[in-house]
């Protein structure tokens, strides 16, 4: 049900609904108008599609959450150590090429990247597509679902990236212009390319 009804759809707040749920609106909101809406509706997860569809899913589970906070965790220590670029946490919102608005639950830009975009491109949800990124599964999603989100990445420019799924214990691995790289249950994966010289060790992100 609505708790407090559809008095604007910036206003909408949402409570004791079935999730994932999509919402078509009018016209595509802005991104100023999305800001809002995801504050009216924390603690929910909101994303917006390329077509404008608004995507509102619930709060991550504790354990996947506890997998994907060790995952990011390492990646933000080694981007410290390494250097070349800075590392962005889940509650994190990029405007890709195709118009949609999406956060992963880790994400690397490098400082080359980050420093050609315009101070006007950096605010807000910022214009730009990270290099890497690495989704985590949670037990709540459908793998055809996880799936699509991280092909979406490098379909919008990213280099790498990783799904992380904890029920099957696998990594699966995407680049442009190639097919999915499958580990299982792999005892570390190695970041190559943009980050290379990142090392994840799957022990400590299993938990």
């Avoid at 919402?23 to 991104?31: A, H, N, S, V, Y």
């Avoid at 009216?40 to 390329?50: D, I, M, S, Y």
């Avoid at 118009?99 to 990247?113: C, K, L, N, V």
């Avoid at 214990?169 to 212009?177: D, K, L, N, Q, S």
Wanted: aromatic residues 8%; contains cysteine; negative net charge.
């Amino acid at each position: 049900m609505l708790a407090r009804g559809i008095l604007t759809t910036m206003n909408l707040a949402l409570a004791e609904i079935e999730l994932p749920i999509r919402i078509r609106t009018d016209q595509p909101l802005t991104d100023e108008a999305l800001a809002h809406f995801c504050a009216v509706n924390e603690p929910l997860q909101v994303e917006r599609e390329a077509n404008g569809e608004l995507v509102i899913m619930s709060p991550t589970f504790t354990k996947g959450g506890g997998v994907e906070s060790r995952a990011g965790g390492y990646l933000f220590v080694w981007s410290l150590s390494d250097g070349r670029g800075q590392y962005f946490g889940s509650s994190t919102g990029f405007t890709l090429p195709d118009t949609s608005m999406r956060a992963a639950d880790a994400a690397w830009i490098s400082w080359d990247r980050w420093n050609s975009l315009s101070e006007d491109r950096q605010e807000g949800y910022a214009r730009v597509c990270p290099e890497f990124v690495i989704e985590v599964r949670s037990a709540k999603d459908r793998l055809k679902d996880s799936r699509a989100m991280t092909k979406s990445w490098i379909a919008n420019g990213a280099e790498l990236a990783w799904l992380i799924d904890p029920q099957r214990r696998v990594v699966e691995i995407y680049r442009p212009g190639e097919s999915a790289e499958v580990l299982e249950n792999p005892t570390s994966v190695q970041g190559t390319g943009c980050v290379s010289g990142f090392c994840l060790v799957m022990a400590l992100v299993w938990g």
